[in-house]
């Protein structure tokens, strides 16, 4: 088959623009949506989805119908869910794609997706921009400034604030690439609860010896600026007066008596240095204690 040139492949996507339904592939989805439009180009099951997708702008979009796409791809890429809310374009999710070892190339011109299984694709040319998946969103995440040095300590992917994060861990799914990041403040109260409510010193110690380098925004100047002043901090550090030193009880009176033999006993009890002599005639008979007859 001979290959088609550029030229025609531009006039057939000219043409397709036209006369066939689209979807938008998108890199920040983690799963693929179908606007209502489009639901005669998708094949709609009968069970309802349980997912709930959270939009750039703040707000959520319930899930309707689970649905598969028309394509002779292997699953879960084909998987997808109708949202109604949808209005302008139904999405495509190429974290899907990639979850089922599809490669998705981009151009200026075009996009393509490529079978991981059985095809090889050689990159050659310098790397301008590299970044990571979040293993958990399973989105794309680049550094926002150049100079960075560790993926730890210099960067952060929250889709919402630290402590709800926490708090409650659901499964989330996005249709979007922007995520709020928490203030300073929210932050270093998470950490240190976390951190089992440790006191200012011990807490900065620790930092500045690095037992802290994995945890994100975490730095000695975050510490000490917005250091939580916390009631279980000081509730773990407080010393309890003894009971019992000070007893109200009245105190029994000892006979006389009774207090002199004490007085002579512990006399008695105490250490000298004596020497004890015995002098013993020495003889010819030995006295053994022997263990007899062995079997």
Excluded at 28 to 47: F, M, Q, R
Excluded at 87 to 115: H, P, R
Excluded at 143 to 170: F, Y
Aim: charge should be positive.
């Amino acid at each position: 088959m001979n290959q088609k040139t550029k030229l025609e492949r531009k006039r057939e996507r000219r043409k397709a623009t036209y006369t066939s339904p689209t979807i938008l592939m998108d890199s920040a989805a983690t799963s693929t949506v179908i606007k209502t439009k489009d639901a005669h180009y998708v094949n709609i099951s009968d069970e309802e989805s349980t997912k709930t997708f959270y939009n750039a702008n703040g707000t959520t979009s319930k899930a309707g119908k689970k649905a598969t796409l028309k394509y002779n791809l292997r699953s879960p890429a084909t998987d997808a869910d109708m949202v109604d809310s949808l209005a302008t374009n139904s999405l495509l999710s190429t974290s899907k794609l990639a979850d089922t070892n599809y490669i998705t190339i981009f151009t200026k011109d075009e996009v393509q997706v490529i079978d991981g299984e059985t095809a090889k694709v050689n990159i050659e040319g310098d790397v301008v921009m590299q970044g990571w998946r979040c293993p958990r969103t399973k989105l794309w995440r680049v550094p926002l400034t150049q100079d960075w040095s560790n993926v730890n300590t210099d960067t952060a992917l929250l889709s919402q604030e630290v402590t709800d994060l926490i708090m409650s861990r659901r499964s989330e799914h996005l249709l979007h690439s922007v995520h709020e990041l928490p203030n300073t403040e929210q932050v270093i109260a998470w950490y240190h609860a976390a951190a089992g409510y440790p006191t200012k010193a011990t807490w900065i110690k620790a930092i500045d010896a690095g037992f802290f380098a994995t945890w994100p925004m975490l730095t000695l100047k975050a510490v000490r600026k917005h250091y939580p002043e916390s009631d279980e901090t000081t509730k773990g550090h407080m010393r309890r007066i003894k009971s019992g030193v000070r007893s109200t009880k009245e105190q029994v009176q000892e006979p006389e008596e009774v207090n002199e033999a004490l007085t002579r006993l512990a006399e008695l009890r105490k250490k000298h240095r004596d020497i004890y002599v015995q002098v013993k005639e020495a003889s010819d008979i030995i006295y053994t204690d022997q263990t007899g007859k062995f079997p």
